[in-house]
């Protein structure tokens, strides 16, 4: 029975994802945001427990990727598709080609599957990630309508509202995802502070940053994570 939990936490994911496009379509964001939420939280656990109960397996693997793509991948490819259907030009020119320009966000789907895909056979990110991890770029991604529907300003929603900023931020996301950028990850051989300290320090300013800015703290923190990724290693 134990080798099932692993695969039944990682359906969990799935079924997460799933329920996350349905409310993504309905406009209802913070739902989806909260399923989302959900499914990265199980998504981090399958892979803990399968560790703790000694049932790897490479069905694990691939059910994992493939409930990543729908959560981690359907999903901000959705939800960029959205904003550009509410953006100013497409909104002002439904009739020309600019109603074909919220399929672009598609890209950030495309981008996740050939970044999980080529997860499963590269054997440098074992330890670390080579490109921004899925979960990290839909958090990025979800965290742009929260923030213009719960704490935006004049000059972030006239952003978001603008089809060309749409674009940019949409390659810069598929780029991002496949980009030959190491980062760490937070996985801990021990608990030691010596051993971990960048992923202490990053894990401190995460709680900081949400406590003191909330939503807008997301974009900010994946932006963070970045930076620190390539800084120097001692």
Not at 72 to 96: A, D, H
Request: with cysteine; hydrophobic share 55%.
């Amino acid at each position: 029975m134990k080798k099932h939990i692993p695969n039944l936490i990682t359906l969990g994911n799935l079924f997460c994802g799933t329920v996350a496009i349905i409310f993504t379509v309905k406009g209802a964001l913070d739902w989806a945001a909260l399923f989302v939420a959900i499914g990265i939280f199980l998504d981090f656990f399958d892979g803990f427990f399968a560790r703790l109960l000694h049932v790897k397996s490479e069905m694990g693997l691939q059910l994992d990727s493939l409930a990543d793509m729908v959560t981690s991948g359907v999903v901000p490819g959705v939800v960029m598709f959205q904003l550009f259907n509410q953006s100013s030009y497409v909104v002002e020119n439904p009739t020309t080609w600019a109603a074909y320009l919220p399929y672009i966000g598609f890209l950030i789907t495309l981008a996740s599957a050939y970044r999980l895909a080529n997860f499963n056979i590269d054997t440098r990110q074992t330890s670390g990630f080579i490109g921004l991890p899925t979960p990290a770029n839909t958090m990025f991604i979800l965290s742009l309508p929260l923030i213009m529907q719960y704490q935006s300003t004049e000059l972030f929603d006239s952003l978001l509202h603008n089809s060309w900023v749409l674009l940019g931020i949409t390659l810069l996301s598929a780029y991002l995802l496949n980009a030959e950028i190491a980062l760490f990850a937070l996985k801990f051989s021990d608990y030691s502070f010596k051993n971990n300290a960048l992923k202490y320090i990053f894990l401190a300013l995460c709680v900081i940053l949400l406590v003191s800015l909330k939503i807008i703290a997301i974009p900010i923190i994946i932006l963070l994570y970045i930076i620190l990724s390539l800084l120097p290693k001692r």
